[in-house]
């Protein structure tokens, strides 16, 4: 087991060293490592999503349609909470350690050769993983923009966007414009396009840039489908949902929030335009979709609340869910987030909903990117807002266990998968 477990962390550490430095956009290198591995992803049916919020809970929504048709689906995603091998899982399954070392091991000489990132190279261990599980359909979330995203090497059955925020503007544009262009990148000609986006202008953008790419046919969720009724509650979301020219059906899904009522529709949709063979109607959805679950996502575990909200928007909406699911108060947040993100704009809206804020800094989170808590500190207290400073996360975790009777834990990936170590949470264990 030992030596097991040196060579599962030698071959992430070999993964995680190649993520050194600014992320090198293209698809270049992607496609020269694939050609070398005979092209695993070039015959394997899937369906993409892009998306600045709402693409994980749209991937986890087709996927358990796709799951209870009786498919074999692999789920491709990122970045993972606890473990490298949440990214890809096939049938819910995770991959295992061994599969990881066994494609590092055969695949070095070329990840080197062909200079692959670690996004590339863990992207084409997810396509091998899939084409040799012969898996019947993979769900792939695009990890970064879409254009020049290394997924965006395959052609899908459908592409869908589901949101366009303001988030990594310095590599996708400072407009939600030129970031909708951005995330447009996954549309190719004759495949459907599919635009969850509830801005008309933003919407009108994603669009334009559809038909321009050549898609078979653009659909528009929100001018073709009608979601109402929408009620938001510990047990998930419920609302009515009606595909054009048909009758209303209720449907709850097990995640919380407004917005996963558009997710779901988003969902529904692309299956719908991916043609016959993939089809999954409301009625058919409506016995699968409480049961889908999604870790860190308004996780509510015990009196703890997890949710990855990484920027602007998805505070927003995080802020909303909390608002509405209205748990035990006093309410306190962890709260972490990485430098390059606004996190004052976060700060503002989290700080409306919570009676305290515990400012700390996870442990994993990059060095680089490491945020300075007592700024934040200082932030808080020139606004008002009763915050405690504690950068030792263990001790910020205990201390607002010990203020609240809910504690909310935000800011980043890395500050929920943190807390899940520190809790002994099990991201896949329902």
Not at 233 to 261: I, Y
Not at 317 to 344: F, G, I, S, Y
Request: hydrophobic share 45%; with cysteine.
């Amino acid at each position: 087991m030992g030596r097991e477990l040196r060579d599962y962390r030698q071959a992430l550490d070999f993964l995680f060293e190649r993520t050194q430095g600014r992320e090198k956009l293209g698809l270049d290198r992607m496609r020269a490592f694939l050609d070398a591995m005979g092209n695993p992803h070039a015959a394997l049916p899937c369906l993409h999503v892009a998306g600045t919020n709402g693409k994980g809970s749209t991937v986890a929504t087709l996927e358990a349609l796709l799951r209870a048709r009786g498919l074999s689906v692999g789920k491709y995603t990122s970045p993972h909470l606890v473990d490298f091998t949440e990214r890809v899982l096939v049938d819910g399954v995770p991959v295992s350690s061994d599969e990881v070392v066994e494609f590092v091991e055969r695949w070095t000489p070329e990840v080197e050769r062909t200079g692959a990132s670690f996004f590339e190279a863990t992207t084409a261990m997810a396509f091998d993983v899939f084409a040799r599980a012969r898996v019947d359909v993979a769900v792939i979330e695009v990890g970064l923009g879409g254009r020049l995203d290394s997924t965006n090497v395959i052609t899908p059955l459908v592409a869908g966007v589901t949101s366009i925020g303001l988030d990594h503007q310095e590599l996708l544009g400072d407009t939600r414009e030129l970031i909708a262009g951005e995330k447009a990148g996954i549309f190719k000609a004759g495949v459907p396009a599919v635009i969850g986006e509830s801005d008309p202008g933003i919407a009108a953008e994603l669009v334009r840039h559809a038909r321009e790419r050549g898609a078979s046919v653009v659909r528009v969720v929100h001018e073709e489908s009608r979601v109402s009724d929408v009620r938001v509650g510990p047990d998930g979301t419920r609302f009515r949902f009606a595909m054009a020219g048909a009758e209303p059906v209720a449907l709850r899904t097990s995640l919380a929030g407004r917005h996963q009522a558009t997710n779901t529709a988003v969902a529904l949709t692309m299956l719908d335009a991916a043609g016959p063979a993939w089809r999954v109607s409301p009625d058919d959805a409506a016995a699968v979709l409480p049961r889908i679950w999604l870790p860190g996502r308004f996780q509510m575990h015990g009196r703890h609340i997890f949710d990855v909200a990484h920027n602007a928007d998805g505070m927003i909406v995080m802020e909303q869910t909390l608002r509405l699911v209205n748990p035990p108060r006093p309410a306190v947040a962890v709260l972490n987030v990485l430098a390059d993100k606004d996190w004052r704009a976060m700060m503002r809206v989290l700080a409306r909903a919570v009676d305290h804020l515990v400012l700390t800094v996870s442990p994993t989170s990059p060095a680089s990117r490491r945020w300075d808590p007592v700024e934040a500190a200082a932030f808080a207290e020139a606004n008002g807002w009763p915050a405690t400073l504690e950068p030792d996360f263990g001790r910020a975790l205990v201390r607002a266990g010990d203020m609240g009777a809910t504690v909310i834990v935000t800011g980043s990936f890395h500050t929920v998968g943190d807390a899940m170590v520190a809790l002994n949470v099990n991201p896949l264990a329902r």
